[in-house]
């Protein structure tokens, strides 16, 4: 499900399975050992769309 952080960039960093990531307009395959990065105001969401286990790290911090 598609949200934004008003005052706050994330970067997603994947250590097991495969998903997809939207960003914005942009959709993106990611594996073990991918990253990325959401800006401030900008939709992202992760999308599991098939049977693999997804493990991730969201990294946050607030922006002024």
Wanted: charged share 25%; with cysteine; hydrophobic share 35%.
């Amino acid at each position: 499900n598609a949200h934004s952080h008003a005052n706050m960039e994330q970067v997603y960093y994947f250590t097991e399975g495969r998903a997809k990531m939207i960003v914005g307009d942009e959709s993106v395959d990611v594996r073990d050992g991918d990253a990325v990065y959401c800006p401030p105001n900008v939709p992202h969401g992760l999308l599991n769309d098939n049977d693999d286990w997804v493990e991730h790290l969201i990294i946050s911090a607030e922006v002024p």
